[in-house]
């Protein structure tokens, strides 16, 4: 499939300027770091704004601590780090220390799922989606590509309460239907169709619409959701695609046992009752390789999405 | 006679370089890595693995098998290097590490590589695996030993700290933890970052018996661990000064190759500075 024509950004890059610009703006805004701030590009705000950065070495847990005392004294704070790290390691005192209190920190990580490549398991998580789902309070954003993780970064910001934002480390396509406008619980409408409901998350979305284009091709008008918002999520833009397109197929690079198509098939069982599949990693850790060889092997190209396409088409009655 | 040959030390010199050379090919063919923490852990390493450990690369699962646990995952390809070369498995497949399929991850995972004995890469905690498997050990009244490398950042990890003061109280002496105390972590020099000095009393506070080194010195290291079995009723610790980078100038105390392949210049460069062919 070809996204090879598209521009690709780094996430990391918008999310640095979003931050530098939001130090400019706002003297509440305070950084922390845990020794990867060259890595998850914190390092540019430390750069004009030394005092309210502090690299607190590796300690991450001690780091999410911090963080909430510092909410706790009216900072608005990021914390950042890879997700692995981010999540995983410090779920306690995100849950305890942040989630509970409901202060205002913002945890950004990124080198988030197996797009990660080389450094392998240890580094590609692949539940961290499922990890703050799982937390009251918490509100957890995966934007799809570098302009919309610049717009979600300010949104954040100005959201007061905990949230969780996953990037990746690879660059990913822009997709020019997001650029403009982002609004942080809200599902965007990238490509209308009334066959089928491609909803996808992050680096996935792009993914999507390829998909979308191919199936053009064989008389399957797909609609596409950028579902970058996962928690909360956009109730009412999903049971109205699912209604009027009758077949919904999700997209992530995540766990699918536990992700966001976990969270799109408990609200379709409930409240709209269509045939759906979800696309993902399946229940096993990644490995080393390069990412896109992992994207393949762990079952999330534009083809997978066609594939699943065709088997809620089936299911649905539909032309196949 | 000293305990420790000059035909020994020139073997276990001549064992690192080959290892140095490994892992640089290594990551350079990867196109990612670390070799700067790879590069300093490698004389250690070699020592261990050359002299030390107790071990039988055709039975890597032999129960009385001294162990070594590499808690800085990230410096795996000095290990791979050395457990191809002692022959735990072919060296051609060192060339595999980091491709999908590969028995050698970009961080150790015990479940895919002969020798490795733990799954690492999430820092600071490794040390608590080695106590583990140390506890076990004296359960079933077994006289191995157990070997964790730290990197000096990872004292900056509470865990690590956890781990010392149970080793202590658990008085296992059958543990030899070694801080690969090179002054750098990820974002830069550790007393930048994080600092950690007074150190050597810190792990005396813990409990420990305090050995400190010149990492790259093979004499002080075999000593070190001569000594560190010695020592009854607490674990002991070697802080093994070292340099990040060593063996390769350009990379030597240079933050940019903690986790950074070398280019292809960069690449003949280092193999010329370690005597080997590019
Ligand atoms: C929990 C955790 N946080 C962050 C990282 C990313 N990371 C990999 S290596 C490293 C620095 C390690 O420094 P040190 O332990 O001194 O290793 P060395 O200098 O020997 O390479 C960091 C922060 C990690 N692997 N695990
Ligand atoms: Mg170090």
Redesign the pocket.
């Known amino acids: 499939m070809n996204y090879g024509t598209w521009k690709k950004e780094s996430q990391r890059t918008f999310w640095a300027r979003a931050l530098l610009e939001l130090g400019r703006e706002r003297k509440d805004i305070v950084v922390l770091s ?3 701030s060259t890595s998850v590009k914190t390092s540019v705000f430390a750069k004009e704004f030394p005092e309210r950065h502090f690299n607190v070495g ?1 300690a ?1 847990q001690n780091m999410m601590s911090i963080a909430a005392g510092l909410a706790a004294s009216g900072k608005t704070v990021f914390a950042s ?2 997700a692995a ?1 981010g999540t995983g ?1 410090v779920y306690d005192q995100i849950r305890q220390s942040i989630a509970y209190p409901e202060l205002n920190v913002k945890i950004v990580t990124t080198h988030a799922g197996i797009t990660v490549g080389g450094d392998g398991a240890t580094h590609q998580i692949v539940e961290d989606i499922a990890l703050m789902r799982a937390l009251p309070n918490m509100t957890v954003v995966v934007p799809a590509d570098a302009p919309e993780t610049y717009l979600a970064i300010k949104a954040v910001a100005d959201y007061v309460g905990p949230v969780y934002l996953r990037m990746g480390r690879a660059d990913v396509p822009t997709i020019a239907s997001v650029q403009d406008d982002f609004e942080l619980g809200k599902a965007t409408v990238l490509r209308d169709g009334d066959d089928v409901t491609l909803i996808g998350t992050g680096v996935m979305v792009s993914r999507c619409l390829v998909a979308a284009d191919e199936l053009t091709k064989e008389g399957i008008d797909a609609r596409v959701l950028n579902m970058s918002t996962i928690k909360p999520l956009d109730r009412d833009a999903l049971i109205k695609a699912a209604r009027e397109t009758g077949a919904v197929v999700t997209a992530e690079e995540h766990s699918v046992t536990v992700g966001m198509g976990a969270a799109v098939a408990m609200d379709l069982a409930e409240n709209a009752h269509v045939p759906m599949k979800r696309v993902g990693i399946p229940d096993v850790f990644g490995e080393s390789g390069d990412s896109d060889e992992l994207m393949e092997k762990y079952g999330l190209t534009a083809e997978n999405i066609i594939e699943a396409t065709h088997d809620v088409m089936r299911r649905k009655g539909g032309a196949l | 006679m000293p305990k420790h040959s000059q035909e020994l030390i020139a073997r276990l010199e001549d064992e690192a370089l080959k290892i140095r050379r490994h892992l640089i090919r290594m990551i350079y063919q990867a196109g990612s890595g ?1 070799p ?2 790879s590069l ?2 490698t004389d250690v390493i070699a020592a261990l693995y050359f002299h030390v450990l107790n071990v039988d690369p055709k039975n890597p699962s032999w129960e009385d098998r001294d162990r070594f646990v590499l808690s ?1 995952g ?2 795996c390809p000095a290990w791979y290097a050395a457990l191809a070369e002692r022959g735990f498995f072919p060296i051609e497949e060192l060339d595999t590490l980091r491709k999908i399929g590969s028995r050698l991850q970009g961080h150790p995972d015990m479940r895919k590589t002969p020798g490795v004995e733990a799954s690492t ?4 905690q490794g040390l608590s695996v080695g106590i583990g498997i140390a506890l076990a050990a004296m359960l079933d009244r077994r006289s191995h030993r157990v070997y964790v490398m730290v ?4 004292n900056d990890c509470g865990q690590t700290w956890e781990a010392a003061m149970a080793a202590s109280f658990y008085k296992l002496d059958n543990l030899c933890a070694i801080v ?1 105390r ?1 002054l ?3 974002d830069g020099p550790t007393k930048h970052i994080m600092s950690l000095e007074p150190l050597a009393d810190k792990w005396k506070a813990f409990g420990w018996k305090v050995l400190e080194i010149d990492g790259h010195n093979f004499k002080e290291i075999l000593k070190a661990f001569d000594k560190a079995e010695s020592v009854k009723g607490k674990p002991t610790v070697i802080i093994a000064r070292t340099l ?1 980078g060593k063996g390769v100038s350009f990379m030597e105390g240079a933050v940019g190759f ?1 986790g950074k392949a070398p280019n292809e210049e960069e690449y003949e460069q280092a193999m010329i500075e370690l005597g080997g062919e590019p």
């Open positions: 845990a020794d990867l590796i991450e780090t890879f790290f390691r | 670390h700067g923490g300093s852990a800085k990230h410096a890469g999430s820092e600071g990197g000096d950042g990872e690969d090179n750098m972590q990820l990040k903690h």
